[in-house]
């Protein structure tokens, strides 16, 4: 008998005109690890969510068809009865936690469900060692990294001892160590335990390998597309670039991983042998005539220290126009440390910083950022006004300027970054690729000639990264000139001419993308891995030489 | 770690030698003993420093007491009567008094801080009666959100900087305002949603019985309270006794109340055992000694506790037996957490 079961469910949330969910019937086996995967609003969380009764009981809403969980009925037992058999991780680690510390964090629902005091010891144990944070039990959750904090969220939900483990996107927020660390851990517990893991993903590249079955929602509304990992991925559009490789080339059996990839790719060793031996440009440019144009953004010899300590030492980092520059590093290396002394929010000790010429140093952050467009990593920190144009008027009215005088027209701009159909709706209502690209707009209306982004493609889907990489190119065809924070090494591979990398507040490498990414073993791109040569960085590489 | 039972029964009996001991001798001692402790367990987070804070109470309470009071023989200087209140001599025995009452509300303020040191809000929390632990619940959510708030609070003046920003009206506040509560709002409907999905309030259900369908609890408590204030009330203007009897049967009612409600709470259990440990029982010894000598000489001999500098000032009394007893409140000082405490933020 099936442990999940959806029998025709249509769940439309309240006030909404369309369902979220349309007539889903699926069936989930004990001890799966299931894959849910679709784009941005498709309905991935709905579905989860139905799975411990927050739909309908918590969301409101009409659900009609029948959910059944272990033998339990979603629509008669309520969250807080399922929650001793699905236990659920949020995406947003530090807004599910109800206490200080770790220890106490585990308690809370076995204290709630009056659970005796020696049983609850023993419990706590246990679910310390299955997830390996015994060295954090004393800790303050304040204090821990993304990556801690979610696997004391998942060591939480597996208290009450569920046999369901549902996970809403765990890792958007997280950084790719973190988020390593995380699906290490329920890959573990999935195989140790036999815990059944339902898990809303968008880095397929990372988890697709461990998947017994995967299901696709193509989007709200329609039916989802439930198989075997390989047969959904040859059905739906959107999967890494392995995969993506994979098809167009026509492998068989589609590999999911490196290691299976490498097999095919073997078979192309001919074309490959061809191409190892230069790096002229091919399908765009990797570097512009240097020398000919001025850097527009210039930064020497940066020093920063702040709470005794050294965050920058003596980083030297420059941006011609139309050049696009990402600036990659482990977490804590100073990358947005830079950019907060570059637009004049922390003061560095000592350097120099200028932009178009102009020094920099001491100038006020209002100043500085007509010039410079800066989106920080979090976009809704930006986002209060009613209408998504009103954002736009808002940051042209605090640079003393009105939509005559603009340097660009908004509804132009709104247009190119795809959100004319939205201007006049609420920006925190879009989703989160939209809501991205508001941020983007409201800094990009004064038309600045640097660009720096913090970590833009944090928990965007694969359409929405192939929106902004759309528009950034655009950007950086008209001459502004884009410094990206990033992990994203598929993304770097796609539209980067130069890469620095950062440790420990020193840029250690400041070279070609293609020099840069082959030459190291963690950054380094899909395909790259799979050939192993400075030509071949992304599927278009691959299918135009061979 | 000391039990928190055992350090609210320290801060009580320094709280209370501060209270009747306003000797300057007696009060400096308090105030040693309560630095050294601070020393010991602070977590070195405290929001305000508190001898800034003492300086600033001592200065101020003493110009104020100088300025003011007119009366004492050693006079310092003598304002033109024509200025009105401050007018007239200004005498070091008013000075005097003026810094022993500063000093007294430094010992008073450097004691409660303690608290925040040595218990955390979650420990004072588990240490409210059952049938409180909602109200303790909320609490213990609210602190949990102060520090989060304050985050994004900086993340988003920084992001509407970065957008050319600036503070110039009231308009201007709501670019800061309306991130940071919607940002609020959504945390507390993701907490509320990940708090159902732990089995928050299960309990109470499974009992079988509505949570809201006995009324009798909140009856007698409300009842009990106000018939409380109402007999004093009677009493006070009569003074016939009825006054008396209404108090009884009100405070009756109260702890009925108080115990049907605990009784009717959630069954819930708590993970954390209070250990007692011989230290806790030393450091409510060592709380006691000084407590008893203190209460004692304030009904026995009071002028040894005060100090009373008009008409001319003299160097406070000083009892050494009393003294070293009231030495007894740094004990804790010497107990050191075996465990650390808190960790130390990291910025992300």
Known sequence: MPQVTFDCVTFTYPDSPAPALREVSLELEAGQFVLVIGASGSGKSTLLRCINGLVPHFSGGKLTGRVTVDGLDTRVHPPRDMAAVVGFVFQNPEAQFVTERVEDELAFALENAGVPQLTMRKRVEEVLDALGIASLRNRAVSSLSGGEQQRVAIAAALALQPKILALDEPTSQLDPQSAEDVLGALVRLNADLGLTIVLAEHRLERVLQFADRVVFLPEAGAAPLVGDPRDVMEAVSLTPPLVTLGKALGWKPLPLTIKEGRRFAGTLSVERGALSDDLPPFGRPTSRPSGVRPPVLDVRDVWLAYDGKEVLRGVTLSARAGEFVALMGRNGSGKTSLFRSIVGLVKPQRGQMRVNGQDVVGQSTADICRQVGYVPQNPDALLFADAVRDELLVTLRNHGLDETTAPVAPGELLDTLGLASVASLYPRDLSAGQRQRTALASVLVTRPQVLLLDEPTRGLDYAAKATLTGILKHWQAQGTAIVMVTHDVELVATCADRVALMAEGEIIVDGPVRHVLSESTIFSSQINKLFGTPSLLTVDDVLAHR | ?348
């Not at chain 2, 010991?40 to 009071?69: E, I, K, Q």
């Not at chain 2, 200025?83 to 000075?95: D, I, K, Q, R």
């Not at chain 2, 102060?146 to 201007?172: C, K, N, W, Y």
């Open chain 2, 1 to 348: 770690m000391l039990n928190a039972r055992a350090w609210l029964m320290w801060i009580a009996a320094s709280l209370t030698v501060a209270m009747l001991a306003t000797n300057p001798l007696y009060l400096v001692i308090v105030l040693l003993c309560a630095a050294l402790v601070r020393a010991g367990f602070s977590t070195g987070d405290s929001p305000l420093p508190v001898w800034r804070f003492g300086v600033m109470v001592v200065a101020f309470s003493t110009f104020y007491n100088a300025l003011l009071t007119h009366f004492g023989s050693t006079v310092l200087v003598t304002l033109p009567r024509a200025l009105p209140l401050v007018g007239g001599p200004v005498t070091l025995e008013a000075a005097a008094f003026g810094a022993s009452r500063g000093l007294a509300l430094w010992t008073l303020f450097a004691v409660s801080t303690l608290l925040n040191d040595v218990i955390s809000p979650y420990e004072l929390v588990r240490l409210t009666p059952r049938f409180l632990r909602q109200a303790g619940l909320v609490i213990s959510i609210m602190l949990a959100f102060v520090p989060q708030t304050v985050r994004s609070f900086h993340q988003v003046r920084e992001a509407q900087a970065i957008r050319g920003h600036r503070l110039r009206g009231v308009r201007d506040l709501t670019a800061l305002l309306v991130p940071l509560m919607t940002d609020s709002l959504e945390k507390a409907v993701q907490l509320a949603e990940a708090m159902e999905a732990r089995g928050y309030g299960k309990s109470q259900i499974s009992k079988g019985q509505s949570p809201t369908s006995d009324f009798r609890p909140q009856v007698l408590m409300v009842g009990g309270l106000s018939g409380v204030l109402v007999g004093w009330l009677v009493e006070a203007y009569w003074r016939n006794g009825i006054g008396w009897a209404i108090l009884g049967a009100s405070a009756v009612a109260l702890v009925l109340g108080v115990r049907l409600a605990s009784s009717h709470a959630s069954r819930t259990t708590h993970y954390r055992r209070q250990a007692w440990s011989a230290r806790d029982t030393l450091l409510v010894a060592f709380s006691a000694v000084p407590l008893v000598a203190v209460v004692a000489v304030a009904l026995l001999d009071p002028q040894v506790l005060v100090f009373y500098p008009y008409p001319r000032v003299m160097p406070p009394p000083f009892d050494v037996r009393l003294g070293l007893c009231l030495a007894l409140l740094g004990a804790p000082a010497l107990m050191r957490p075996s465990v650390e405490r808190g960790a130390v933020s990291v910025e992300a």
